[in-house]
């Protein structure tokens, strides 16, 4: 993109300013602003004192080594992250609190204390040593979501091996690009896991993907169905039988700070998926303290986020920032509307979840669905919600404030990235006055900027998102591709910055609003103009579920705007309602906004993780092939949307 400006006033934003109450102020872990102080006064300084709030076998000698675009956080420094969510714990007396009750979608249920964790995966840590896995030996691990996904992962770090999760819900194909990416040795899956009332036959696809990864020697079973899989002699394990001859004890490997915790391939919104790379202690000094800053976690909080492990969330919020912080965690197989669409409710009714941390695709989704479902539930036990993963727009950010949080709840819009390791931008929910559909401000010792196409800051304005300054959790690398992480991050100002990838606006009390991925943005007559507001002035429309815009080639404008747009159940799709859907974008942005087109469709393609893919979205408009759709969750959308635009 060659121009990326934003006149703040011209484009449309909200104004409503929500305050937490004053009993949520009074309680919350921040209640003032002296972190932001500290942090501005040293920032080193104040995340060595964040650091300190891990266990270390050894304190580090140097808190931060910057060799752009290179950092190494608490460096010499010695501890072991299965240790810090699990042995500390025991130590401290809290070996008999929950730290996971599990439910399948079949209605099946378990739950742990922090002490059966423990034993689980020493034992397992002790498997996987037994079969020849070293420290700095890669491991997959492609589960359903079942505890023992999270044991797999604190097994793999407590010795000291590189895990590399991939979520349950990818093809063979997938699963393979990734192994050999890795050069994975071990594979850890299980037979099967419900889904929508069916199994998915995990261990049949991984046999697939293992047709070809040379790398791997043996694959750990765990049994979730009925155990009816093929099992490769030599290769295959059951994870019951490992377990049965383990050894109840494993000493955590006493691993650098700036060691490998894992590698995590992204989301692959935009395109080919990196293989992320974070390291052990600045990333879990990252994930502690914001765990505790943002979800206000107390010891008796019953924290719930729906993210898979397979994602970045799930790791910095179900594992590694929960799990440090001794939570008890509710984690849930399968999906939101199985056997109905009250199953999210039941489940918060039913644990009494107090923290609620889910992604605006699912929001949107409950909206669609209608308030009848969580109206049916008691969720008088939440007291705080979170969202993650895309822009949450205003409509949806209100819905789920009133509907899930009956007003009593501060919501935190989180904004980060796999890359980032844990939030950046969010507000601290007893400190910071909320506006739905602003991400709120950067965390204190989380250094951000919306620079210009020169590099220059933009205080209040558009422009694209950068850290300006190392922190603890960031990437130290894409996996195998030096060259591909310098040009990624650090390309687009000449090795100064962190590059985001993010459409970003500030406005004048300092809070950021995201605008859509930079490759999205469309220059609509010379005018800059954010897919993410354009979008949330269609779900603002009553009629609207969802909305998915694009700039499409245009002669005369430059680009145009196509709206692809799902309506809420019962609303006519006619030239009555596209009209009505222009006028009101019209009406809320400006005339330069109005969609020329708008295309009325069930579904619009998404990623597995449930964001919008606009760059299918824009092939389709413009008639192109289509570019890398492997981490596409339902091809099918893609074909029926192109047939329909054709026919349009
Ligand atoms: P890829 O990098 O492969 O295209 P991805 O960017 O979707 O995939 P993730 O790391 O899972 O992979 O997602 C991070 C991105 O999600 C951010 O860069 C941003 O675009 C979006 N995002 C996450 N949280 C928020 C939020 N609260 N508000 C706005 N956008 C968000
Ligand atoms: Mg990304």
């Not at 009074?26 to 602003?33: A, C, G, R, T």
């Not at 675009?69 to 460096?75: D, G, L, M, T």
């Not at 727009?393 to 980060?416: F, K, L, M, Q, S």
């Not at 606006?505 to 993410?532: C, E, P, Q």
Request: charged fraction near 25%; proline fraction near 5%; aromatic fraction near 10%.
């Amino acid at each position: 993109m060659d121009e990326f400006k934003f006149e703040v006033d011209d484009l449309y934003h909200e104004t409503r300013i929500i305050h937490p109450s004053a009993l949520f102020q009074n309680l919350s872990n921040i209640k003032d602003d002296s972190l932001y102080q500290k942090a501005k006064a040293d920032r080193v300084a104040f995340w060595e004192e964040c650091a300190g709030k891990l266990d270390w076998f050894k304190p580090w000698d140097k808190a931060l080594v910057w060799q752009k675009p290179y950092a190494q956080w608490f460096a010499g420094g010695k501890l072991n992250a299965s240790y810090n969510c699990l042995d500390r714990h025991i130590k401290a007396n809290l070996g008999n609190k929950t730290a996971l009750f599990w439910e399948g979608e079949n209605g099946d249920e378990k739950s742990f204390t922090y002490a059966d964790c423990y034993l689980e995966v020493n034992k397992l840590a002790n498997c996987l040593k037994s079969l020849g896995v070293a420290k700095g030996d890669r491991v997959a691990i492609y589960m359903p979501m079942i505890p023992e996904a999270v044991f797999a992962m604190l097994a793999c770090a407590r010795i000291g091996a590189i895990h590399t999760v991939v979520f349950g819900g990818f093809s063979a194909e997938a699963l393979q690009e990734r192994i050999n990416d890795a050069q994975a040795k071990l594979l850890i899956t299980a037979d099967g896991g419900w889904r929508r009332g069916k199994l998915v036959p995990l261990k049949t696809i991984a046999d697939a993907a293992l047709a070809n990864t040379p790398s791997i020697h043996d694959v750990i079973v765990v049994q979730r169905a009925d155990g009816r899989v093929a099992m490769k002699s030599g290769r295959d394990h059951w994870y019951h039988d490992c377990l049965r001859h383990a050894k109840p004890y494993c000493a955590p490997e006493e691993m650098d700070s700036e060691d490998i915790l894992y590698i995590l391939y992204t989301s692959g919104t935009t395109g080919k998926p990196k293989g992320i790379v974070h390291s052990t202690g600045g990333y879990l000094t990252g994930v502690n303290v914001t765990t505790h800053w943002v979800f206000d976690l107390k010891a008796n909080d019953v924290f719930w986020c729906t993210a898979d492990v397979g994602w970045v969330t799930g790791h910095s919020y179900t594992v590694y920032g929960p799990m440090s912080n001794a939570a008890t965690q509710v984690i849930y197989e399968g999906a939101p509307d199985f056997p109905e669409r009250d199953r999210f409710w039941r489940i918060i009714e039913k644990y009494k979840v107090s923290i609620f941390y889910t992604a605006p695709t699912a929001i949107r989704a409950f909206m669609k669905w209608g308030e009848q479902w969580p109206k049916k539930c008691n969720l008088g036990s939440l007291r705080l919600l979170g969202s993650v993963g895309e822009p949450i727009n205003p409509e949806a950010w209100v819905w789920y404030h009133e509907n899930i949080g009956n007003y009593r709840c501060p919501v935190v819009d989180t904004w980060w990235q796999t890359e980032t390791g844990a939030i950046m931008i969010t507000t601290l929910p007893g400190l910071t006055p909320m506006k739905p559909g602003s991400a709120g401000k950067p965390l204190p010792g989380i250094d951000a900027e919306i620079l210009n196409e020169e590099g220059q800051a933009i205080p209040v304005g558009g422009g694209f998102l950068s850290l300006t300054s190392p922190w603890p959790s960031m990437l130290r690398g894409i996996w195998g591709d030096p060259k591909r992480y310098e040009q990624t991050y650090w390309g687009r100002w000449s090795g100064k910055y962190y590059f985001a990838g993010d459409g970003t606006k500030r406005d004048k009390d300092g809070y950021f609003w995201f605008l859509g991925r930079v490759d999205d943005i469309m220059l609509v007559a010379g005018h800059n103009i954010s897919t993410a507001e354009v979008e949330s002035a269609l779900v603002d429309n009553q009629m609207v579920a969802e909305a998915a815009v694009v700039g499409v080639k245009d002669e005369v404008k430059g680009q145009a705007i196509v709206a692809f747009v799902i309506l809420k159940e019962g609303n006519p799709i006619n030239a009555q309602s596209e009209e009505i859907l222009k006028e009101h974008v019209s009406q809320k942005i400006g005339a330069i906004a109005r969609p020329s087109r708008i295309i009325f469709t069930a579904d619009v393609p998404k990623t597995r993780s449930g964001k919008i893919m606009r760059r299918l979205l824009r092939d389709i408009a413009e008639g192109r092939v289509l570019g890398d759709i492997t981490t596409l969750a339902d091809p099918n959308v893609v074909a029926a949307l192109k047939e329909k635009y054709q026919e349009a």
